[in-house]
T-cell receptor, first 115, second 113 residues
Framework: AQSVTQLDSQVPVFEEAPVELRCNYS??????LFWYVQYPNQGLQLLLK????STLVKGINGFEAEFNKSQTSFHLRKPSVHISDTAEYFC????WGGGSYIPTFGRGTSLIVHP | EADIYQTPRYLVIGTGKKITLECSQT?????MYWYQQDPGMELHLIHY???????EKGDLSSESTVSRIRTEHFPLTLESARPSHTSQYLC????????????FGQGTRLTVV
């Protein structure tokens, strides 16, 4: 079984400031890692994913995330946020190498960008 | 354009009514899911399907049922709606394999009064 912990329920930040959204996971098997974004009244859409290889992955809209296996973390970062980044962000894991391949999601972090 | 559609977007209905939330995808994905989303809570998996005639219950106990008669269609039915069913319901689909992303519909916000 897998679980995902997003440590911050809400992160307020000023426009053009850097931001980090934290995600930790636990799993008895190896996992793929994902970040999704949900804008108001919309479904979730993929920001980026880590499958293998370089631990730093780049996604859309200037976001990047770093996989840290020893700390079982996959934190999301952006060096300079924009008002339009205000949204809900979800971290998710999906098992590989045997398993149901059903993704497990965290409870989300609300990023609020102030002008 | 490949996409996943949910209808209705919003639904207000009285207690005891039977309702069906529709979900269709045009991507030919084998796997489909229903999640329940409440503010500040994890997305809870309530049903999933690996393909036609395959349906499984998820982690969250639910009084709803699903069917998968066609690859593209995965409706969710509540036989008798209750106020405790008030929530946002998200449908998603993905290709086989854990390395593929899930594609989500825009959701149905259900209010049972």
């Amino acid at each position: 079984a897998q679980s995902v912990t997003q440590l911050d329920s809400q992160v307020p930040v000023f426009e053009e400031a850097p931001v980090e959204l934290r995600c930790n996971y636990s799993s008895s098997v190896s996992v793929y890692l994902f970040w999704y974004v949900q804008y108001p009244n919309q479904g979730l859409q993929l920001l980026l994913k880590y499958l293998s290889g370089s631990t730093l992955v780049k996604g859309i809209n200037g976001f990047e995330a770093e996989f840290n296996k020893s700390q079982t973390s996959f934190h999301l970062r952006k060096p300079s946020v924009h008002i339009s980044d205000t949204a809900e962000y979800f971290c998710a894991v999906s098992p590989w190498g045997g398993g149901s391949y059903i993704p497990t999601f965290g409870r989300g972090t609300s990023l609020i960008v102030h002008p | 354009e490949a996409d996943i559609y949910q209808t209705p977007r919003y639904l207000v209905i009285g207690t005891g009514k039977k309702i069906t939330l529709e979900c269709s995808q045009t991507m030919g994905h084998d796997k489909m899911y229903w999640y329940q989303q409440d503010p500040g809570m994890e997305l809870h998996l309530i049903h999933y399907s690996y393909g036609v005639n395959s349906t499984e219950k998820g982690d969250l106990s639910s009084e709803s049922t699903v069917s998968r008669i066609r690859t593209e269609h995965f409706p969710l039915t509540l036989e008798s709606a209750r106020p405790s069913h008030t929530s946002q319901y998200l449908c998603a689909s993905s290709d086989h394999g854990g390395d593929t992303e899930a594609f989500f519909g825009q959701g149905t916000r259900l209010t049972v009064v």
